[in-house]
C-alpha cells in the first residue's frame, strides 16, 4: 500500500505509510491467508441471516428483508483521537438539550437573535405542544447518534446530529460480537474498547430519566411500530438487551393517569418509553388522529409528568438541517465555549448571495432539503447529470429557504476486504451518546458506515452502504 | 357581575364502551376580566386520569369512560365574577410566543375569500377599527345559523357557504388577522344571553393581540366585544386546541351527545 | 409478560404444530396413493377434508389429484394454511415475541424458514416429495428441540405447550372425524383390506403406525385404534393426552400468577369426559357426535384461554 492517496485513507494516510493506530492490525492481516478471510466473511453473512439480523425495504416484492453487508477489516481510532472526538461530541449534545429547553421554553436563543425566528416559525419538527413544560429531569435527547466524517488526520467535521430516534446501535453490537468470534485471537493481541456496556448503560440511563413518581426500579419499555418496520430488528434486540419490554401501540393503554402496558396478568404500568416511532403517530388524541401506531392519551400522562418519553416530541428541530448551520453558534450559546467539533461549511440558499453561489456550484455541491432524512431529497452535484442539475436548480429557485448546500466532502477512506485484497472506500462514523440527568456517555466509537461501491460517497444502507466494526484502542 | 354557572354534557353510546378517552378543557383561569369561584368539574360514569396545564395554559384534564359504560356525564360548574374591560384582556401571556399566534393551522389556512378581508384589514391605517370593522364584515358575510359547518370546517369554507356558528366566525377572524400579520386566537368559553337562564350552547369567540393594547376579545357572532357577561374558559389557535371536549373511541355504534347550560346572575 | 407475547408464543407454536401436521396428512395420503390406485382420489379429498381447507381449495380445483393437493397444501399462499403459509406465520409470530424467546429458538425457527422457503420455492416433484416431507417433519423437532433444551420452564414455556396442544388435539380429531366411519366396530367391511388401508392410513397420520404395534396390539380392530388415538395417554397425539398437557400447563399458569381462570376449569371439565372411560361408552354415545363435540370444545377452550390472558385487545 504505497503511494499517493488523494484521499485520506485512515490505514496508510496520505502517503501510503500505515498509521499507529493500524500498525497491529496491518501486521496481522499481512499474516492471514486471503482465501480463509474470504470463507469467514461467507461465515458472517449466514451468520446475520441465521440471527435474522435484517432490516425490511418497502416496495421490493422479492427480498423484502435485507442484510446490511458487514466487512471485516475494522475501522480503528487512537484513544486520543477518540478522546477529543468524545469531548466535542458532548459540547455538542450538551448544548443541543439546552437549546431544546430554551426553544421549548423562555426562548432566549431567539430574543437574542442567534437563531433566526424564522427557521423555527412554521417548521413541522417544532411542536407547540410541547411548550411551557420541562420534561422530566429536562432531557431532550436521550440519545443522539451524531454523524461525523473526516477529512484528514485532524480534521472531524459533524455531518448532522441525529436528535429524533437514531438507529444503527444493534449493527455496532452484533458487527463486534460477530468479529470476535471470527477473530478472537485479534482482540488477544490488540486491546479494543468494549462496546458491550451499551445496552446496560441505556437502560441505566433511561431509568435515571424516569418520573419522579416512579420507584428505584422504573419499568422501560421500546415501543416498536411492528415487525414490519425497517428496524424491528434492532427495537427487539435493543428490547431484548436491556430486559425492557417490545411494545406496540395496541399494547398500551392509559390506566389510573399513567400509561401501562396490557400483561398476561392484567395492566402494568410504564415510566420510561424508548419510543421507536415518529412524533406525528405518537398520540392520535393530540397528533395525527388517524395514527394507528401510538397511544391515545400519552401525550396527556407525558405533560402531566407521568411518563418519560425518550426522546422528547420536538427534539427533531434541533437536528433540522436548517437549524445545522447555526450549532457553532448554538454551542458557543449554551456552553459559552467555542465548539470544539466542527460543523461542514454550508450554504444557506435562502440567504441573498447564497443562493447565486450554489446555483454556480452547482456541480460541486452537495444540496439536502431541510425537511427530509435518509438521503433521498438532495442532489450530489458531482455525480449529477446536467439534466439533473437543471431540473434541481430549478426546484431551487422555486423555493432556495428549503435547501442547503455543502461541499462535496473529500471523505476518509478505510479499506475493506473484497475477495481477495484490500481496497479504500469511503465511510462516516456514527457514536451514540447518552443522555441523562447523571450526565452524556458515549460508547467508545460507534457505528461506522461504508459506501462499498468504488468512489461512491453514500453510505446510507438503504442505498448500498455496508457497516464495519468500529474500533478505538486502549492506550 | 356574578355569574353562576352549570354546564352539563351527556354522551349516550349505543354500544357499550370499550375503551375511550375525552380530553376535557372546562376549568377557567383567573385573567383580568375574571375571579374564579368555587369552580368543579364532576364526572359520572368515567374516570379523569390526569390534570394538567396544556401549552395554552389551559387547565386540561385527561378521562377515560368506564368500560361497558353507555353513558357518561360531565358536569362544570361553580360562581365566575365578571369585569367589563371593554373587551381588552391586555398584556396577558403565557408560553406560548406571540409569533406562533400567526401561524395558520389547518382550520384557519386562508383562501381568496379570507386573504381579501384580510387586505383590507392591513391597509386599516388603525388595526384597531380595522378589526372592529372585520368583525362587522365578517357577521355580514358569514350568517349565524347552525346545519352548514360542523366541528372540522375550515374559515375559509366557512366564509364560502355564507353560513356557520360562532366557532366559524371566530376562525375566520382568526384566520384573517393573521394574514393580515395580526397575532390571534381563539376563545372557547360561556355568555349569558340577557334575558334567559338556559343557554343554547357554549360560545366561542376571538382575540387579536395588539402591541399598544395586548389582548382584545371580538365576538363576531354578537357583534359585540366580550364584556362582563362573558367567561373565558380555554383559549388555543384554533378550535382543536381549545375545544371543551374532544375524545377518541375504540369500537363501533353511534353516539349522542345532549348539552345543557345555565348561566344566571 | 404482554398479553400479545403471550398470544405470538401461542400461535407462533400452533402453526409449527400446523406444519408438521400437513406434512403427516400428505404422506399418509402419498402412501395410500401409492399402494391403492383405485381410490386416490377420495383419499386425497378427505386430506384437503381433514386439514380443514376444502372450502378455499374447492374454489381454485375441481378435481383431487396429488400434484394438486399437495401443491395447495405444501406451496400456496392463498391457503392460509399450507406449509408456506404457515412458516412463515409461525416466523412472524416468532419475530413478535423475540424477546422471550433464547437464541436457539428464535434460530430454529428462523432457519426453518429460511429452509422451507427455499425447499418450497418451486413445485414438488413426486420423486423429491418423501425428502421433503421428511426435511418439513425434521424442521419442527429441531425446533421443538431447542424449546425443550433452552428454554426456562416458565409461563413462556406454557403458552409454547398449550398452542402446541390445542392444535395437536384439535388435529388428532378432525383425523378421527374425517375416517370415523372406518372407525366404528359395526361397519360391514369389518376385517376387509379396505379397513385394513384405511387404518393404516390414520395410524400413520398421527406417526403411531409402528407404536401401535409396539404396543402389543398386534390384530388391528376398529375399537383398538379409536381407544389408542382418544384414549390412550402414552400416546403423544392422543385427545386424551393432548388435553392433559393443556390442563398441567394451564396449572402452572393458574399457580404461577396465583390466579385461576374459567379456562382452567374449562379444560379439566374437556379432560373429565375422557377419563376413566372406555372407548364402548364412546361408541355407544356415538362417535361422530362424541369428536364434534370434542372439536367445539378444543376451540372454544382455545379461544377461552386468549381472552383470560388477554392476548388481544
Not at chain 1, 444493534?170 to 468494549?194: A, C, D, G, H, W
Not at chain 3, 406454557?158 to 402446541?164: A, L, Q
Not at chain 3, 372411560?277 to 357426535?289: A, C, Q, T, V, Y
Request: with cysteine.
Amino acid at each position: 500500500m504505497v503511494g499517493e492517496n488523494k484521499f485520506f485513507d485512515e490505514m496508510s494516510g496520505h502517503n501510503g505509510t500505515v498509521r499507529d493506530a493500524y500498525a497491529a492490525y496491518h501486521d496481522w492481516f499481512a499474516e492471514q491467508d486471503a482465501e480463509r478471510l474470504a470463507k469467514k466473511s461467507q461465515d458472517a453473512e449466514t451468520f446475520f441471516r441465521r440471527t435474522g439480523i435484517t432490516f425490511n425495504v418497502y416496495g421490493q416484492s422479492e427480498a423484502q428483508e435485507r442484510l446490511i453487508p458487514f466487512d471485516l477489516v475494522p475501522r480503528i481510532l487512537a484513544q486520543r483521537e477518540w478522546t477529543k472526538l468524545a469531548k466535542g461530541i458532548e459540547q455538542r449534545v450538551a448544548a443541543i438539550n439546552a437549546f431544546l429547553h430554551d426553544i421549548y421554553n423562555r426562548q432566549e436563543i431567539l430574543r437574542a437573535g442567534r437563531v433566526p425566528k424564522h427557521l423555527i416559525v412554521g417548521n413541522e419538527a417544532f411542536l407547540p405542544q410541547m411548550l411551557g413544560f420541562s420534561p422530566p429531569g429536562q432531557v431532550y435527547t436521550h440519545i443522539v447518534g451524531t454523524d461525523i466524517v473526516r477529512t484528514g488526520e485532524g480534521d472531524f467535521f459533524v455531518l448532522e446530529d441525529n436528535a429524533r430516534t437514531p438507529s444503527g446501535v444493534s449493527y455496532m453490537l452484533e458487527n463486534r460480537e460477530t468479529m470476535l468470534q471470527m477473530f478472537p485471537e485479534l482482540f488477544s493481541k490488540i486491546k479494543v474498547q468494549p462496546v458491550s456496556d451499551y445496552p446496560k448503560n441505556l437502560r441505566r440511563s433511561l431509568a435515571a430519566c424516569a418520573p419522579s413518581s416512579a420507584g428505584s426500579k422504573p419499568t422501560i419499555a421500546v415501543l416498536t411500530p411492528g415487525i414490519y418496520n425497517s428496524a424491528y430488528f434492532e427495537h427487539s434486540f435493543l428490547a431484548d438487551q436491556m430486559g425492557a419490554e417490545l411494545v406496540e401501540g395496541h399494547d398500551l393503554r392509559v390506566v389510573d393517569g399513567h400509561i401501562a402496558m396490557r400483561t398476561t396478568q392484567g395492566y402494568k404500568r410504564i415510566d420510561v418509553i424508548y419510543r421507536r416511532i415518529d412524533d406525528d403517530f405518537l398520540d392520535p388524541l393530540t397528533f395525527n388522529p388517524e395514527s394507528m401506531l401510538g397511544v391515545p392519551g400519552i401525550m396527556d400522562v407525558y405533560r402531566a409528568g407521568n411518563i418519560t418519553i425518550a426522546n422528547a416530541p420536538g427534539a427533531g428541530i434541533a437536528d433540522d438541517k436548517a437549524i445545522y448551520s447555526y450549532m457553532p453558534d448554538i454551542v458557543e450559546f449554551y456552553t459559552g465555549e467555542k465548539a470544539i467539533l466542527k460543523n461542514v461549511e454550508t450554504w444557506r440558499c435562502g440567504e441573498p448571495g447564497a443562493l447565486q453561489y450554489v446555483l454556480d456550484n452547482l456541480k460541486d455541491l452537495v444540496v439536502k432539503e431541510v425537511h427530509g432524512s435518509g438521503g433521498y431529497g438532495m442532489l450530489v452535484g458531482p455525480a449529477a447529470s446536467k439534466k439533473e442539475l437543471a431540473t434541481f436548480a430549478e426546484k431551487l429557485k422555486a423555493k432556495p429557504g428549503n435547501y442547503i448546500a455543502q461541499p462535496t466532502l473529500s471523505l476518509s477512506t478505510v479499506p475493506i476486504f473484497t475477495e481477495s485484497e484490500l481496497a479504500p472506500r469511503h465511510v462516516d462514523l456514527r457514536p451514540f451518546v447518552l443522555v441523562s440527568p447523571q450526565g452524556i456517555n458515549i460508547v467508545p466509537g460507534g457505528l461506522t458506515r461504508v459506501a462499498l461501491a468504488k468512489g461512491s460517497l453514500v453510505v446510507n444502507s438503504s442505498q448500498g452502504g455496508g457497516t464495519k466494526d468500529t474500533w478505538v484502542l486502549e492506550d | 357581575m356574578h355569574l353562576t354557572i352549570t354546564h352539563t354534557t351527556r354522551y349516550s353510546y349505543e354500544t357499550p364502551v370499550h375503551y375511550a378517552l375525552q380530553k376535557i378543557r372546562l376549568i377557567p383561569r383567573d385573567t383580568p376580566q375574571q375571579r374564579i369561584n368555587d369552580w368543579k368539574v364532576q364526572i359520572t360514569g368515567g374516570n379523569r386520569e390526569v390534570i394538567y396545564h396544556d401549552q395554552h395554559g389551559n387547565v386540561t384534564e385527561l378521562m377515560q369512560i368506564d368500560p361497558g359504560a353507555s353513558e357518561v356525564s360531565i358536569t362544570a360548574s361553580g360562581r365566575v365574577e365578571t369585569r367589563d374591560t371593554a373587551g381588552i384582556l391586555g398584556k396577558v401571556y403565557g408560553s406560548i410566543p406571540l409569533w406562533l399566534y400567526l401561524q395558520h393551522s389547518k382550520l384557519t389556512k386562508p383562501g381568496d375569500g379570507i386573504r381579501e378581508i384580510a387586505a383590507t384589514l392591513e391597509a386599516a391605517q388603525d388595526k384597531l377599527t380595522g378589526l372592529h370593522d372585520m368583525s362587522a364584515r365578517i357577521a355580514e358575510a358569514v350568517k349565524y345559523g347552525s346545519g352548514q359547518t360542523y366541528a372540522g370546517t375550515t374559515a375559509e369554507e366557512a366564509l364560502k357557504g355564507g353560513k356557520g356558528v360562532c366557532q366559524d366566525h371566530a376562525q375566520i377572524f382568526i384566520s384573517a388577522a393573521r394574514a393580515a400579520g395580526i397575532p390571534a386566537r381563539y376563545v372557547s368559553g360561556y355568555l349569558m344571553m340577557k334575558d334567559r337562564v338556559e343557554q343554547s350552547a357554549t360560545h366561542a369567540w376571538a382575540e387579536a393581540h395588539l402591541d399598544t393594547l395586548g389582548w382584545i376579545g371580538f365576538d363576531v357572532s354578537n357583534a359585540q366585544s366580550p364584556d362582563e357577561h362573558y367567561v373565558n374558559v380555554a383559549t388555543g389557535r384554533d378550535y382543536l386546541d381549545a375545544a371543551p371536549i374532544s375524545g377518541l373511541r375504540q369500537g363501533s355504534g353511534d353516539e349522542s351527545m345532549i348539552v345543557s347550560l345555565q348561566v344566571q346572575q | 409478560m404482554l398479553g400479545k407475547t403471550a398470544g405470538g408464543l401461542y400461535w407462533m407454536f400452533r402453526y409449527l404444530e400446523r406444519t408438521e401436521n400437513i406434512a403427516r396428512l400428505i404422506e399418509a395420503g402419498f402412501r395410500i396413493a401409492l399402494t391403492r390406485s383405485t381410490d386416490a382420489e377420495s383419499e386425497w379429498k378427505s386430506v384437503v377434508t381433514t386439514s380443514g381447507v376444502s372450502a378455499g381449495y374447492a374454489a381454485k380445483y375441481d378435481n383431487y389429484t396429488a400434484t394438486n393437493v399437495v401443491d395447495y397444501l405444501l406451496r400456496d399462499t392463498s391457503n392460509p394454511s399450507s406449509v408456506t403459509s404457515v412458516t412463515g406465520a409461525a416466523r412472524d409470530n416468532a419475530r413478535l415475541v423475540r424477546t422471550a424467546l433464547t437464541t436457539e429458538v428464535w434460530e430454529a425457527v428462523n432457519e426453518t424458514w429460511m429452509t422451507l422457503t427455499e425447499l418450497l420455492a418451486n413445485p414438488v416433484r413426486e420423486t423429491e416429495l418423501p425428502s421433503v416431507l421428511n426435511t418439513i417433519r425434521q424442521q419442527s423437532a429441531l425446533v421443538r428441540g431447542a424449546l425443550h433444551g433452552t428454554m426456562l420452564r416458565n409461563d413462556i414455556y406454557d403458552f409454547s405447550r398449550i398452542g402446541t396442544f390445542i392444535e395437536r388435539a384439535d388435529n388428532t380429531a378432525r383425523i378421527i372425524d374425517v375416517k370415523y366411519y372406518t372407525l366404528l366396530p359395526n361397519t360391514s367391511f369389518v376385517g376387509s383390506s379396505l379397513d385394513n388401508v384405511q387404518w393404516e392410513t390414520v395410524l400413520r397420520s398421527v406417526s403411531a403406525h409402528r407404536s401401535f404395534r409396539w404396543l402389543g396390539e398386534s390384530e388391528m380392530t376398529a375399537s383398538g385404534i379409536a381407544d389408542f388415538l382418544i384414549l390412550d395417554r402414552r400416546l403423544p397425539r392422543s385427545l386424551s393426552f393432548c388435553i392433559s398437557q393443556i390442563v398441567s400447563n394451564l396449572d402452572y399458569l393458574a399457580e404461577d400468577y396465583g390466579e385461576r381462570h374459567a379456562c382452567n376449569d374449562m379444560a379439566e371439565k374437556i379432560q373429565s369426559r375422557l377419563k376413566n372411560r372406555d372407548i364402548e361408552s364412546i361408541f355407544d354415545e356415538g362417535l361422530h357426535e362424541f369428536i364434534t363435540a370434542f372439536i367445539r370444545d378444543i376451540n372454544s377452550l382455545g379461544q377461552q384461554i386468549e381472552s383470560d390472558f388477554r392476548f388481544g385487545g
